[in-house]
Each structure stands twice: as C-alpha cells, then as structure tokens.
C-alpha cells in the first residue's frame, strides 16, 4: 500500500488510543467526538486488514500488529513534529517552552534549587512544572506526552521508555545529636534497639532495610509511619526515634536541626536514581537539552555513594 493512500492523521489516533487505551479519553486527548475518533480507527483498521485494538471492557488492548507498528509510527510522528514545530535547533536563552518534569517529594529538593539557578543563567525563559507521578502511571505519562522526563529510583518500564542512571545514593541513619544510646557510635544490635520512623506514600509495606533485615531474619520496631522524611527528621530532633533515608537528601533536610548522620550499619542496596523519558522524544532538541542540563546537576564525584563517619550537620 503506497503511503499517498492513507492519511497521516490516522496514525495520531492510532497512537493516542494506544497511550490512553480507551476510546473516550483517546477522544478527549484529541479534543474529537467519541465517533470521530472510532470513525478513524475503523478506516485504519480496514487499510491495514487487521483489528488493531481488541475491546476488553472500557479497554482496548492492542494486537499484535499494532504492538510491532506503534515503535515506528510513533517515530515518524516524533520526527515530523520535530521538525514542524521546533526544526532542528533549540535555543534554551530565548525559548519560552514549558517542560513537565515527574519527581518525587525528596528529588523536588534535591534537584530544583540548583536546575532552576542554572535555568536562570542559560534558560531565563523556560519555565519547569514539577508534578508527582504514581510510579504505575510513569510510563503512560510520558507516553502520553503529559510528562517530558521523570527523574525517580530504578523502575521496571517498557521498552519505548528510554532511561539513563543520574546518581548512586547510600542509605543513613538520622538520630538527635544527644541520643543516650548512640554515644559510642551505632551498630546493628543498637540500630535494632531502638524504635523507627518509616517514611513511605504507601499505607503498608516494608522499607528497603526493612528486606535487608528480613533476609538476615532480624526485624526493626517501627514506631511512626510517616509521609515525608522533612516531617520524620523534626521528630527525630524531639525524641528517640531514628529515621533510615538517602544521604544526599539527609543533608538537606537535618540542615538546621540538631540531628546527626550515621552510616546505616547493615548492607543494603544503594539507591540508583535513574532519568527517564519517552522514544517519541528522543530526537526533540529541547528534551534533550533538558536531558544534558539535568545530567549536570549530578557530578562525578556525587555518581557513588560513600560511607561518612557520623557527624553533626550544620
């Protein structure tokens, strides 16, 4: 079939349902009926001689050939937009682009303060809106072209969600300055004597030391589950509780409070945090702009996480 034969506007659609995975919201991304957009489908679906998406409930689920075409029309697509919309150069010191970047609470402090610096004086105009994402739904996100870049710990993605690792942090332990039992330092027997803060967004579950000390049959006291480790290092501060979390972040958030930081006395698995987007935008001069700038904000020497002697912060 000659390409002259088949509008172009049907592959959007193609895509779109294939990101929304429903016809009505496919519909509403597209600012088209309900019947227009089946209207499409069903011209698509009798060029190519095949039923493209199969209804399971309010779903539809792709076919095999619509899983094999999706990479390359969403690449074609990719690159026309490209190229009608920003040709092939991006100029970060006089575009006005808007980018939506998924972080999670921790990350939002750790990386805004100095990208939105470094924004100043290379991207005066270029605005960030920074939302939190549900680590389920980062994937439909980006491909939907609601998210441009997630930024977020190793995840299990699809193939068309490109990623590069940006950072390795360490866990460690937060205890107040004057802690009775921790005056001689923290081990594992005087880690699992006391009692815990767990900071987590989800009601149940255990926490990364939590599997380590599983594996070695052993188990921590959790005292307090809270939502944000800001809240839990102020507790910290006031009582006895101890609180495990990345160092990076740790020496943000104990930056004025009477606490001290020691190495998590137990081996865990180190906390990769990884960049994350969408093949359509791979070839978007913007995006991978933003990619360069955000790469930036983690040098060489932050890349591997190293144990510190405890230590009040300042």
Same mark, same amino acid.
């Given at each position: ?29 597209? !600012? %088209? ?9 069903? &011209?698509?679906?009798?060029? @190519? ?5 199969? /209804? ?8 095999? *050939?619509? +899983?094999?075409? #999706? ?8 690159? @026309? ?13 006089? !575009?006005? +682009? ?29 605005? #960030?809106?920074?939302? =939190?994402?549900?680590? +389920? ?8 072209? &609601? @998210? ?17 690792? %940006? !950072? /390795? ?46 594996? *070695?049959? +052993? ?32 020496? #943000? ?6 606490? =001290? #930081? ?25 995006? =991978?702009?933003? /990619? ?10 932050? &890349?591997?996480?190293?144990?510190? !002697?405890? /230590?009040?912060?300042?």
């Amino acid at each position: 079939m000659h390409i002259s034969r088949i509008d172009l506007n049907l592959f959007v659609v193609l895509d779109t349902i294939y990101a929304e995975g429903n016809i009505t919201r496919a519909a509403k991304a597209l !600012s %088209l009926t309900q019947p227009a957009v089946s209207h499409a489908l069903a &011209r698509l679906r009798e060029l @190519l001689g095949d039923p493209l998406f199969i /209804r399971q409930g309010s779903s539809m689920l792709p076919t095999p *050939m619509t +899983r094999s075409l #999706i990479g390359p029309v969403r690449q074609a697509l990719q690159t @026309l937009e490209v190229s009608v919309k920003h040709g092939n150069q991006f100029d970060p010191a006089s !575009s006005r +682009r808007s980018f939506n970047l998924g972080l999670t609470g921790v990350l939002e402090a750790h990386l805004l303060p100095p990208l939105m610096q470094l924004l100043q004086a290379q991207a005066p105009m270029v605005a #960030i809106n920074s939302v =939190r994402v549900e680590r +389920r739904q980062l994937a439909s996100e980006l491909a939907a072209g &609601r @998210l441009d870049i997630a930024v977020d710990v190793l995840l299990q993605r699809p193939a068309e969600i490109h990623s590069t690792p %940006l !950072s /390795r942090d360490a866990l460690v332990v937060i205890a107040r300055q004057d802690h009775p039992a921790l005056q001689n330092g923290l081990d594992l027997e005087t880690y699992l004597a006391q009692s815990h803060i767990l900071v987590s967004s989800r009601r149940t579950g255990p926490g990364i030391e939590d599997v380590e000390l599983a594996r *070695m049959g +052993r188990q921590r006291q959790i005292g307090l589950r809270c939502q944000h480790y800001h809240a839990a290092c102020h507790v910290v501060s006031a009582s006895d509780l101890l609180t495990t979390m990345p160092e990076h972040y740790a020496q #943000i958030a104990n930056l004025n409070l009477p606490n =001290r #930081i020691y190495p998590l006395p137990l081996p865990t698995p180190t906390l990769d945090v990884y960049l994350y987007w969408h093949e359509n935008a791979e070839l978007d001069p913007a995006n =991978r702009w933003l /990619r360069a700038v955000l790469g930036q904000l983690f040098p060489e020497q932050n &890349r591997l996480a190293t144990a510190r !002697s405890p /230590r009040k912060t300042k």
